[in-house]
C-alpha cells in the first residue's frame, strides 16, 4: 500500500516520462475502470510473506492463543492439534516425511511460519473466515507454534518476530524438475510378459452402486453416506432388539414457533455448516435420536450452550458456533429452528 | 371433464374444445383451451403409465405413447434440463476422501460424456469453503501491488474489454491421486474425474496487467479467491503474460456459481488449483508469497522426504472412457475402443492403444478438435470376441513427450508425492466383458 502511494508521488513529481517506462511493456490503455484508493486497498490487501511483508502491527501471546484455540479450533484440530476425524492434523509427525505414512504437519512439514498467519487470517476459523482480529490472529498462530514446539509457553508472537521463526522443514523443498520421467514410443516386445505382475483393487471402497446393482459399496455423496450409515446402524438396532427406530422427522408434522421461524436464515448462512451435515460430533438437523437426550433439557440450557459455548460427549460447541458477530437473539432462533425440526 | 378423458383421439379432443370455448371471450377462451389441453395431457399420461406396463407396446410395429400425444410446449422449462432418463449422468465423489462436502471434491462422470466439452452443470467441483453466491454488481476485482496504477474493475468494465474464447481442460492435479500405492477405486469417474474440458470467454490477463502497468521488479501474482477460503495462488509473470485469462462465461453461458461466478482465473494447462475462482484480487510482487495451498498443499513429496514446489503442469495424459468399468462391453464383434488424451503443455499428437498390457501398441485415431491445452478425443475401432485384454492408452503430444508407465514415476517419486499422476492406465476387460481396474508393475 505504502509502496503504491510512494509511486503515485513520484510520478506526479517527475512526471509521465517515468510512468511509461516504469512498465514492463507498452500496450493500448482501455482506460477502463477506477483507481483503488489506499484505503480500498489497505481492506482487502491481507497476504503475509516468509519475509513478514503484509503483517500488521501488533502481536498475540501462547497463553492468550490456548483460551481462543479451545474454544475456536479444537473442535476440528483436537486439542492437541492432532486432529478430530478428517479435520486436518497441525502437529507433531516431524521426521515422519520419509514414511510410508507421513504425517505433514505445520511442524514436520511447512517451510515458513508466515502461512500460519496468512492461513488463519483468511480462512479460518472454517466456519467464520475474516471474524478474527489481528490480535487473535497472532495468539492463534502463536499458539499453534507452540503445539509444535517450535516456541516456548510465555512467548509473545508480533510482527517483528514472526519472520525469524525457523521451521524445521524450511530447507525441505525444492522447484518442479519435471519432465523428470523419459519414456518412448515403443511399438513391439515393449514388456517381457512373464515379469508382469497384475493387481487388482480392494474391493468395498468405491461408491459402485450407481452401475452395479446391489454393491455393498459406500454411496456417491457425503449425504448419501451418512444417510447409509446411520440405515445400517438402525437395522443392526433393530435386530438386536427388534424395535424400529424413527429416524427422520416428519416434515409434515413439524408446526413451528415464530421464533424457530425467525431462525431458520441463521440456520442456513452460520450453523448449517456444522449441523446440516453433523459433523465434529454435532447433532444434525433432523436428526431426532441425536437430539432426543438434548431436547430433553431445559431449552434455555441449550440456548445458553449455543451462545456461550459447551464442551460435551460428543464434541465442542464454540461460542454462537465460531460465528461471534451473531447476535444472542439470532442464536437463540436458531437453536429454536433446530429443536423443532429435529423432534 | 369426465366426458373429455373418455374421448379417445387427441385431435378430436381439440377440436371439441374449440367448439365448446365458441362465444366466450378471447380471455375466457383462452383460459378454458389452456385448462382443457391440460386435462388432456393428465389424462394421456394416466393411460400411458398404464400401457407402458405391457412390453414392447412403444416398439416396432407399434406406434410408441410419445407419438400419440403431445408433449409439453416452449417455455415449460424456461432453462432446460437433460432428459429424465439420462438421471445417472450427475457428478460424484468419494465420501471417505474428505471430512465434510463443503470443503471438498467431486467427480465428472466422464464414462458417460461425449466429445471433448463438458456440460457446465457436470463440470468437476472442488471447494474450500464451500460455493458463495457472489452479486456480480458488488463484485470487484482489485489489481495492485508492484503496478503504476492500481484499479478495481466492475464486472461491467471487464466485459467491455475484446474478450476471447478459448477451450481448455481443467485438472486438480490430485486427479488420480488416489492410485499412486495401488489399484483403489472401481470406477473410471473416480480414477480420472476430476477433470473438465470447457470454452471459457473472457479477457486475457495480459491485458490487464497492461492497464495497470506493471513494474519492472514484478515477477510474481498473487491470485486471490472472494469466499470463505479466499483461495491464494503465487503465479509467475511470465505465465499470466503467457496465456493466463480472466474469464467471466463458459460454455456460452455466464460461469456457474461451482466455477467461480462471477469471475475466475484460467491458468491453460496448469493444476485446476491455480485458477482461482471468484476472483477478487490480483497483487504483483517481486516473491512468491509461500501460502498455505503452495506449501502444506500441492507440493509433492518425494520418497527422500524433501517435496517439488511450484508444481504447476498437468503433463500428458489419456484414458480409455469406453469400456470402463461404467461401460462394460456387452457384444462381441466390432467395438470402438474411445478415449480423451490431454496436455498441460500442448496439443495431442498422438495416441496409441494396447490390448496386452503394454506389450504391443497400436496407433488410434485423433477425432474432432484437437486444440493446445484441451481434451482430445481418440478412437480405434476393433472386434473383441471374448479374449480377455489388458487395455491401455499411451499419449503423446507435441513436444515429444510420451505419457510414462506407472513404474517409471514411482522409480522416480515413490508412492507419497499425491499429485501429478498421469502414468498409462489399466483395464482389464474379463471373457465376459466385465471391465476391471487393474495396475501392471
Known amino acids: 500500500m505504502f509502496r503504491s502511494l510512494k509511486n503515485t508521488l513520484l510520478v506526479s513529481i517527475v512526471g509521465a516520462t517515468l510512468f511509461v517506462s516504469s512498465s514492463v511493456y507498452a500496450g493500448e490503455k482501455y482506460s477502463f475502470g477506477k483507481t483503488a484508493t489506499s484505503e480500498e486497498i489497505a481492506g482487502w490487501d491481507i497476504d503475509i510473506r516468509p519475509d513478514g511483508k503484509g503483517l500488521p502491527d501488533g502481536g498475540g501471546s501462547v497463553e492468550d492463543g490456548e483460551v481462543l484455540y479451545e474454544q475456536l479450533c479444537a473442535t476440528c484440530h483436537g486439542l492437541f492439534g492432532e486432529g478430530e476425524a478428517r479435520w486436518p492434523v497441525l502437529a507433531g509427525g516431524v521426521g515422519t516425511l520419509t514414511e510410508e505414512r507421513p504425517t505433514k504437519t505445520v511442524g514436520s512439514y511447512w517451510p515458513y511460519a508466515s502461512t500460519l498467519y496468512d492461513y488463519i487470517r483468511r480462512a479460518m476459523p472454517f466456519t467464520a473466515p475474516r471474524s478474527l482480529t489481528n490480535e487473535q490472529t497472532y495468539q492463534l498462530t502463536a499458539y499453534v507454534l507452540y503445539l509444535n514446539e517450535l516456541v516456548d509457553e510465555d512467548f509473545v508472537l508480533t510482527h517483528e518476530n514472526l519472520a525469524q521463526i525457523e521451521m524445521p522443514n524450511k530447507d525441505g523443498f525444492f522447484i518442479d524438475p519435471r519432465p523428470d520421467v523419459k519414456n518412448i514410443r515403443c511399438m513391439k516386445d515393449c514388456d517381457d510378459p512373464s515379469k508382469m505382475k497384475i493387481e487388482g483393487t480392494l474391493k468395498g471402497i468405491t461408491p459402485v452402486g450407481h452401475f452395479i446393482e446391489g454393491a455393498d459399496a459406500p454411496a456417491a455423496s457425503h449425504e448419501g453416506q451418512e444417510d447409509l450409515e446411520r440405515e445400517k446402524a438402525h437395522a443392526r438396532k433393530a435386530a438386536l432388539t427388534g424395535e424400529e427406530v424413527q429416524t427422520e422427522a416428519a416434515p409434515e408434522a413439524v408446526k413451528m414457533s415464530d421464533k424457530a421461524i425467525a431462525g431458520e436464515d441463521t440456520f442456513d448462512n452460520a450453523c448449517k455448516v456444522c449441523h446440516g451435515s453433523g459433523i465434529a460430533g454435532s447433532p444434525k438437523l433432523g436428526d431426532i435420536e441425536a437430539w432426543a437426550p438434548r431436547v430433553k433439557q431445559d431449552l434455555a440450557v441449550l440456548v445458553e450452550h449455543a451462545i456461550k459455548g459447551f464442551s460435551g460427549a460428543s464434541g465442542i460447541m464454540p461460542p454462537k458456533g465460531g460465528r461471534v458477530d451473531l447476535s444472542d437473539q439470532q442464536v437463540e432462533e436458531a437453536v429454536y429452528y433446530m429443536v423443532e425440526s429435529s423432534k | ?441
Request: with cysteine; net charge neutral; glycine share 10%.
Open chain 2, 1 to 441: 371433464m369426465s366426458k373429455i378423458i373418455k374421448r379417445p383421439g387427441t385431435r378430436e379432443l381439440m377440436a371439441q374444445l374449440a367448439k365448446e370455448s365458441d362465444g366466450l371471450s378471447i380471455n375466457e377462451r383462452r383460459d378454458f383451451l389452456r385448462k382443457g389441453m391440460m386435462a388432456l395431457g393428465g389424462g394421456a399420461a394416466t393411460m400411458v403409465a398404464g400401457t407402458t406396463m405391457a412390453q414392447g407396446t412403444n416398439l416396432p410395429p407399434m406406434e410408441p405413447s410419445w407419438g400419440k400425444m403431445l408433449g409439453h410446449g416452449v417455455v415449460e422449462f424456461p432453462y432446460g434440463q437433460p432428459s429424465k432418463y439420462e438421471s445417472h449422468v450427475v457428478r460424484r465423489t468419494v465420501p471417505w476422501l474428505t471430512a465434510e462436502s463443503i470443503s471438498s471434491i467431486s467427480m465428472s462422470p466422464l464414462q458417460d460424456l461425449k466429445g471433448i466439452i463438458t456440460p457446465n452443470g457436470l463440470v468437476f467441483e472442488r471447494y474450500h469453503a464451500g460455493v458463495p453466491q457472489i452479486n456480480p454488481e458488488e463484485h470487484r476485482l482489485m489489481v495492485h501491488g508492484l503496478v503504476d496504477r492500481p484499479i478495481i474493475f466492475t464486472m461491467d468494465d471487464l466485459m467491455r474489454f475484446p474478450s476471447v474464447s478459448q477451450i481448455k481442460f481443467i485438472e486438480c492435479p490430485a486427479n488420480g491421486g488416489m492410485e499412486w500405492k495401488g489399484a483403489q477405486m472401481e470406477a473410471l469417474q473416480f480414477t480420472h474425474g476430476m477433470l473438465s474440458c470447457c470454452e471459457w470467454t473472457g479477457v486475457p490477463l495480459r491485458t490487464l496487467l497492461e492497464e495497470v502497468g506493471v513494474q519492472t521488479e514484478g515477477k510474481w501474482i498473487l491470485a486471490e479467491g472472494a469466499d470463505g477460503a479466499h483461495m491464494s495462488r503465487s503465479i509467475p509473470l511470465e505465465k499470466a503474460l503467457d496465456d493466463t485469462l480472466v474469464v467471466y462465461a463458459q460454455n456460452g453461458e455466464m460461469l456457474r456459481p461451482e466455477q467461480g461466478y462471477p469471475l475466475r482465473l484460467i491458468n491453460p494447462g496448469w493444476e485446476g488449483n491455480t485458477s482461482i475462482k471468484w476472483l477478487r484480487r490480483l497483487e504483483v510482487g517481486d516473491k512468491p508469497w509461500y501460502h498455505r495451498e503452495e506449501t502444506s498443499k500441492y507440493t509433492d513429496l518425494m520418497e527422500d522426504g524433501r517435496a517439488r514446489k511450484f508444481t504447476f503442469v498437468q503433463e500428458t495424459n489419456s484414458v480409455i472412457t469406453s469400456p470402463c468399468p461404467e461401460n462394460p462391453i456387452k457384444n462381441s464383434g466390432v467395438i470402438e475402443i474411445e478415449g480423451v488424451a490431454w496436455s498441460g503443455r500442448g496439443k495431442i499428437k498422438q495416441v496409441d492403444v494396447s490390448f496386452d498390457g503394454g506389450i504391443s501398441w497400436t496407433p488410434a485415431k485423433l477425432k474432432g478438435l484437437v486444440l493446445s491445452k484441451a481434451l482430445t478425443r481418440f478412437s480405434l475401432v476393433t472386434k473383441w470376441d471374448g479374449q480377455p485384454w489388458l487395455l491401455q492408452a499411451r499419449a503423446i503430444d507435441e513436444t515429444g513427450y510420451v505419457q510414462p508407465t506407472l513404474k517409471q514415476l514411482r522409480e522416480i517419486r515413490g508412492g507419497n508425492s499425491i499429485y501429478h499422476k498421469n502414468s498409462i492406465h489399466t483395464w482389464k476387460v474379463a471373457a465376459n466383458g466385465e471391465v476391471t481396474n487393474v495396475q501392471i508393475s
